[in-house]
Every structure is written in structure tokens, then in C-alpha cells.
């Protein structure tokens, strides 16, 4: 299916916060015949004009995926990192990674640990700790033979796996590639379609560094109304307290709260009454922590009406996450109804 390999696609291409242009290439790819802008922070937007009557509706994504950059290459050739992006340590060691290089080329390495021959180790070391091994003998073979510069991204590397008997996938940086690829299948969809409304589709940068590239969004955005696309973490798994209110498979993420966003009730209820006339299952939820490109855009302008619409994600935030293939064409199906629905 054309949505697996998207998928595929984009979750397995390079692209932590500051260094989104592969996926900001890949949108201009399958959205060839959408209009777009870019700004300069790296922000891009594809618009349909719709009637003079209509709604301006934003769809948001951020490109980026959490990553590490080089902050250090040592006399020995191994290189010190510096996290981009929010990491549990404790999904780190041993993970191997791609060093992009000056000439974008991926340098494979590995995040060290200490093996329990030597006794030492067994505390969990924080990311200042740790190193990447890539196989060089020194500090000048690391600059002048693998051609790595202070402040090269540094990127997870994984397996995409799809079983398509439970039609569940397995990938890193779904947070927030399901995003991204809901935009790019959404304007798929809409491009041979006529819209009272204005569809904006914009894949924002820096989202994991404290939605940089949404403020520059706020900044001049005429949006009516806000829909967030995120990867949203999923609260079904073992040791987490509380009722699950996220469970993949179950339907559409629906943020009613987090910290840094309040749902107007207005727009929370016309969505839970669309995705019912569709039959499109929802899981509204009430977040204590975290926030999205929301928080930007919701106080913009005169205040943009704003909400949350995800994809459950297990693990995410690691080297490998999973998501069900049914979330996500919910997403999609969704988001195509509130095309079509939203009229006031």
C-alpha cells in the first residue's frame, strides 16, 4: 500500500530538528502540485485557495525527529554528543546511529557502553557520559578521513518492519512522520477536489527543541482554525499509572489538555460529531505533561482556534516505536471529513 511505503519512507530518511531538508524534499515530491511557501527558518506550507466564504484551516506537522549533533571529537576518535530533542537514557546504549557527515554521506557508528568484564558500568550513564564509536583511530582520521565536523546531526538507525496480519509497524520517528505523511496523503486526496475552505498544510521545524519553527508560523499565519497532526505517545503499556486513555489501535488521538494548550470545548465537540457521522473512532485524552506546535499557534493573531489530532505511538521518543496502520488511515479519514464539514 502506497501509505506503508510512505510511511517507510519518511520514518527511515535522516532529519532531527535543524536538519529537516531530506523530509521537506520528500513533501515537495508527493505534493508536486500544491502551491507552497517556504520561510527561513525552514517552515513550508502548501496552499489551497478555496471561496471567499469559506474557512482557513491550518494542518500542522513538525518534520523533525529527535537525534544528537557532534559536540566533541576526542584524541582518541571517538565523539561526544549533545542531545537534540528530549531522550530516555535508558533506551540508548549499544543503539547504533548514522553520523551525517560534510558531505551528507551517513557514517555508521554505535553508542558506547562499558561490558560487565571490566566490573564498572553498572550505574546508568546521562547523555554528557556517553560516546559514538566509529570505527576511527584518532581525532584527525574522525575530521580528515570521515569528513565529521562539530555539530554533524547524528541519527537514529532502525528496522521498518510491517505485520500485516495485525497491521501494526515498527519504526523510529514516528513522532511525527505520521504526521507529515497524514499531510502529504490528505493533499493527495484534496488535490483533485474543490473546497469552499483554504487548506493550508504546513510541515514545521524545530518542534522538538521547543517549537521554534511554529512561533515564526504564529508570526503570519491568517489561519481560522488549527489542527495539530502529532505522533502522540501511547499510555498502553505496562508500568504507566492511571486508566489508558492512548492504546494503539484503538482510534484518534483527541487532546482535550496539556500544559501548554486548552481545547476550546466548541472545537473538541464538532470534531467527536464528525468522526460519529463517520464512524471514525476517537480516544479523547487529557495529557499532564508534555505539549505540541499548538502552544504556538493557538494565542496568534486574535487566537486561532487549536486542536490536537494524533497517532498512538508506543515507545516514542526511542529507536524503535509502533503504531497501527488503522490510526493512521483514521487520522487521514478524519482530517478529509473536517475538509469537508467545516463550514463555521
Known amino acids: 500500500m502506497e501509505s506503508i511505503e510512505l510511511l517507510k519512507r519518511l ?17 515537495k515530491e508527493q505534493l508536486s502540485n500544491w502551491e507552497y511557501e517556504e520561510d527561513r527558518m525552514g517552515n ?27 559536540a566533541d571529537i576526542l584524541p582518541s576518535g571517538m565523539l561526544k554528543i549533545q542531545n537534540i530533542g528530549g531522550w530516555n537514557p535508558n533506551t540508548l546504549l549499544s543503539s547504533p546511529v548514522d553520523v551525517i557527515n560534510d558531505n551528507e554521506e551517513k557514517i555508521p557508528g554505535i553508542i558506547g557502553s562499558i561490558p560487565k568484564h571490566f566490573g564498572v558500568g553498572d550505574s546508568q550513564p546521562q547523555i554528557p557520559e556517553m560516546f559514538v564509536d566509529i570505527g576511527a583511530i584518532d581525532q584527525n582520521d574522525v ?10 546531526a547524528i541519527t537514529p538507525v532502525c528496522r521498518f518492519y510491517y505485520n500485516e496480519q495485525n497491521r501494526r509497524m515498527f519504526s523510529k520517528a514516528f513522532d511525527d512522520r505520521v504526521g507529515i505523511a497524514a499531510l502529504i496523503d490528505l493533499g493527495k ?25 511554529a512561533q515564526a508560523v504564529a508570526g503570519y499565519t491568517d489561519a481560522d482554525y488549527c489542527f495539530v ?12 499509572p492511571g486508566n489508558p486513555q492512548t492504546c494503539v489501535g484503538r482510534g484518534v488521538h483527541l ?3 496539556d500544559p501548554t494548550l486548552i481545547i476550546p470545548a466548541s472545537i473538541r465537540n464538532k470534531i467527536i460529531q464528525i468522526a460519529r457521522k463517520y464512524e471514525i473512532p476517537v480516544q479523547p485524552t487529557v495529557r499532564r505533561g508534555g505539549g505540541t506546535d499548538g502552544r504556538q499557534i493557538h494565542t496568534a493573531n486574535r487566537g486561532i482556534p487549536t486542536i490536537v489530532l494524533g497517532v498512538p505511538v508506543r515507545f516514542a521518543h526511542s529507536h524503535n516505536c509502533h503504531i497501527s496502520l488503522d490510526d493512521y488511515q483514521n487520522l487521514v479519514s478524519l482530517c478529509l471529513e473536517i475538509v469537508r464539514e467545516f463550514k463555521d
Open 11 to 27: 520514518t527511515l530518511a535522516a532529519g532531527i530538528s535543524g536538519h529537516e531538508s531530506e523530509i521537506t524534499g520528500i513533501m
Open 44 to 70: 513550508i506550507t502548501f496552499i489551497k485557495k478555496g471561496s471567499e466564504q469559506g474557512k482557513k484551516l491550518l494542518f500542522i506537522a513538525h518534520q523533525d525527529e529527535i537525534g544528537f549533533i557532534v
Open 143 to 152: 575530521i580528515e578521513n570521515f569528513g565529521i565536523s562539530l555539530g554533524n
Open 189 to 213: 486526496e484534496l488535490a483533485g477536489e474543490d473546497t469552499i475552505n483554504t487548506i493550508y498544510l504546513c510541515g514545521s521545524v524545530q518542534e522538538e527543541v521547543g517549537t521554534r519553527g
Open 229 to 240: 497532526l502529532e505522533g502522540a505517545p501511547a499510555d498502553d503499556i505496562p508500568g504507566i
Open 255 to 257: 487532546r482535550i489538555f
